[in-house]
């Protein structure tokens, strides 16, 4: 197990929680700055203010949430990043954050209420089921921290079933979509073997 902890660095998702620290301070201490990153129903029907689909995992809502965060995204970004290239793994970054998003307007935009939304969640969870797909699908080939990380990621999804989350039914479509992503992938992959074996 520790061989594998020093050769596999989850570098992407180090960097990303360490932006989401600093921009979770920065959130805290400016609080105007989050008028600019937030997600708001309205701005489904505001295509100028689009941008807020990739701006608003920078709002984390207060640091115990970043620490669970860290806990999601480290954990799973030694599988992830041990399995996937760079640019899959910011196809799926970026996916998960703009159907969040994109989501979160689109189920809300009936509310009386605009709410503000910003959660970088949609990124930990992609990650968590990206992880746990990755560790099933190389299970004879996974070292003992893999193969606990599976459990661990069956765990954090027991968790999110059980417990009322605010972003419940957002989540359930970027975990929906990350389970495509990696379906679509796997399945690639099987086809590219398949014509050179």
């Known amino acids: 197990m520790k061989p594998f ?13 360490l932006v989401f620290l600093v921009t979770n301070v920065l959130t805290i201490a400016y609080s ?14 505001e295509p100028w203010q689009w941008y807020r689909l990739l701006t608003h ?3 984390g809502a207060g640091l115990l949430n970043w620490v669970i965060l860290v ?19 910011w196809t799926l970054i ?37 992880a746990f797909i990755l560790g099933l699908t190389h299970w004879k080939t996974s070292g003992l921290f893999e193969k606990i990380w599976v459990g ?4 954090l999804l027991i968790n999110f079933c059980w417990n009322d989350h605010k972003l419940k039914n957002e989540i359930i479509i ?14 690639r992959e099987k086809k590219k073997n398949a014509i050179f074996s």
Do not use: C
């Not at 105007?32 to 029907?45: D, H, R, S």
């Open 71 to 89: 806990f999601m995204m480290i954990g799973s970004g030694f599988l992830v990043e041990k399995h996937l290239e760079k640019k899959q793994i």
């Open 94 to 130: 970026l996916s998960a954050t703009v159907i969040g998003g994109a989501s979160y307007m689109y189920m809300h935009r009936l509310d009386d209420f605009d709410p503000p939304m910003g959660s970088p969640a949609f990124i930990g969870w992609a990650y968590v089921v990206t």
């Open 174 to 187: 970027v975990i929906l979509f990350a389970v495509f992503l990696n379906l679509f992938r796997i399945f």
């Open 152 to 155: 661990v990621s069956v765990l």
């Open 32 to 45: 105007k700055i989050k008028l600019f990153i937030l997600v708001y129903p309205a701005n489904l029907q």
């Open 5 to 17: 902890l020093k050769n596999i660095k989850p570098k992407i998702a180090i960097s990303l929680v």
């Open 57 to 59: 995992p920078f709002y």
